[in-house]
């Protein structure tokens, strides 16, 4: 995944900074933080590494099926091991596409 960074040069002044930087909080304020994205489960497999770069040691991680292979399996699903900068989804076997969620406090 790559992240879009905000540029050291560019601006003609302080304001321009500024303006951008009120915007961007304003939109997580809103709930516009873009924190979610999807991962397809491994089939024959029980374990799924997502690897994403906002994801902290203390970060929650919320799960949400896409597909009916990954909604049959949901209830069994749980995410462990969550180290900086990834994670390992836990499932049934049987693949599927699982969109996730990551809350940082």
């Known amino acids: 995944m790559t992240l879009e960074v905000m540029p050291e040069t560019g601006f003609d002044d302080s304001s321009d900074w500024r303006r ?3 915007n961007k909080i304003n939109r997580l304020i809103l709930g516009g933080g873009d924190a979610s994205n999807t991962v ?4 024959g497999t029980t ?3 997502i690897v994403d770069v906002r994801i902290g040691v203390t970060s929650k991680i919320i799960l949400v099926p896409e ?3 990954a909604a049959a399996q949901l209830s069994a699903s749980y995410v462990s091991n969550i180290q900086s900068g ?3 989804i836990n ?3 049987s693949g599927g596409t699982m969109g996730y ?3 940082n406090s």
Do not use: F
């Not at 397809?40 to 089939?43: E, M, N, Q």
């Open 86 to 88: 990834k994670a390992t």
């Open 40 to 43: 397809t489960l491994s089939p």
């Open 47 to 49: 374990q799924t590494t």
């Open 101 to 103: 969620v990551i809350a």
């Open 67 to 69: 597909d009916t292979l």
């Open 20 to 22: 951008l930087v009120a």
């Open 91 to 93: 499932h049934a076997a």
